[in-house]
């Protein structure tokens, strides 16, 4: 170990303390996981005493905790009761503490987890793969929303969701008021967005009985494997696509990142997982690549209570979903973490609340929001007296930004030569310039919009449009002088 991983060492002396089998253990290798805003995680692959290999995640916190999460212990009891009750989650290992840093230790699960790859690995399966996938997930999240599941929790005393709420949409808008209440600095859009959907919700004559919802259940957090030896605690990677993994059906082998998990209501999962915001670009209505119906047939077989009378508030919680991504978004961009580069990241996340909360403000308004206008390079031009133009700073500012924009574009689109996590952060850069670039473009004034039900909705309009401005800006590579 090199003195940067002290840390992980300590940890691991800390387990060892309490289980012996990790006892004079060797670490091999430590690799630093993707993904993972709020928690880190580490994959440890691990030489044990007797010579055998162990590979386990190691998780901790990273930075200020995003409002409303569970803490490590309470996400590590949580996940030990799932595992016990029949839910496919990772086995947890241990719970450790060492100079003030608490860590949760998992069984390593093989399997595709990145959305993206899912979508374009999984995209030619039979349609029977399909349905047969969906209703996997969907008996899943039944176990999860059960009765027995709450019931056992709400009697454990040690599991942290003894208080169990009166009904579940009290206890999902309550998670959302609390979340809400926790931004420094919402904007006028989000506010809006906020009244509009507590106000419908306080309409809902169908209280159910509140369950344990994920409440980040979606793709990303979902592990699927297609042979049924992946779950086994092996340091080889997992398949790049379904093609190479052709020795089983495929198959949901996993439930990761549970600290966003509250009591709420049953149709808060279902809102999020379908989600225009969680497809990915996917075309389909669950996760953005499995048929809806298949799911729902799971779902119902594991959770009796389902009616499919609530299918009509589906539209309400997908848009419940939207706000409340656009919400977590918000807490991130104001959050400060360790590094340049995880501060870079979190920021830019931040910047994404407009376009994700832009169709649940466009329903409540009843119309489309176009981004304003940005200024054009030639309307930043100052003209001295003799006629002749004369760049402003502003407009040399604008193309320092836009050279360095392209530079940096360039860097990744030329050959193979850069990749991984190098290809990752030249493109955030990339990104961050974009984003400047739009800020600096925008108008000092946007024209007030008339006909608005009132002045709280002309503000979200107009600052909405603006913020859409920024976020879909795309400059043109090359001069403009």
Known sequence: MTEADEPIRLLLDQLASSNPKFRDSLVLKAQHLSGGAINR?????????DGSISDLVMRRGRGTPVPGTLSRDQEFKLVHALFHAGVPVPEPIGLVQANHTQASFFRWFNGLTDPRTILKSYAGLLPEQSSNLAMQLGATLGVIHSESLAQGLESDAQSGFTCRPADGVSGSVYTLEESFREVKAPPSYLVFAMNCICDEAKNFNNRRPAVLCHNDFRLGNLMFSASPDATADTSQEPPSSYDDASSGEPYLAAILDWEFAQWGDPMADLGWLTATCWRFGGSQPVAGFLPLEPF?????????GFDDAWLSELSFWQRFAHLRWAIIACQQGERALSTREETLELMITGLMKASIVKPVVEYYLGRTIE???LLTSSSQLD?????QHKLSYRSEASDLLR????????EVSVGDSVKGKLKYQILMAANAVRLAMACDQLPTEVARIKNSVNKMAVEAECDLARDLAVWNYQPQAGHTL
């Open 403 to 410: 050279e360095a924009w392209q530079l940096l574009r360039q």
């Open 296 to 304: 729902l047939a799971g779902y119902r077989s594991k959770f009796a």
């Open 371 to 373: 981004p304003v206008k």
């Open 41 to 49: 995680n580490d994959r440890l692959t691990l030489q044990l005493s």
């Open 383 to 387: 003209r001295d007296p003799s006629g």
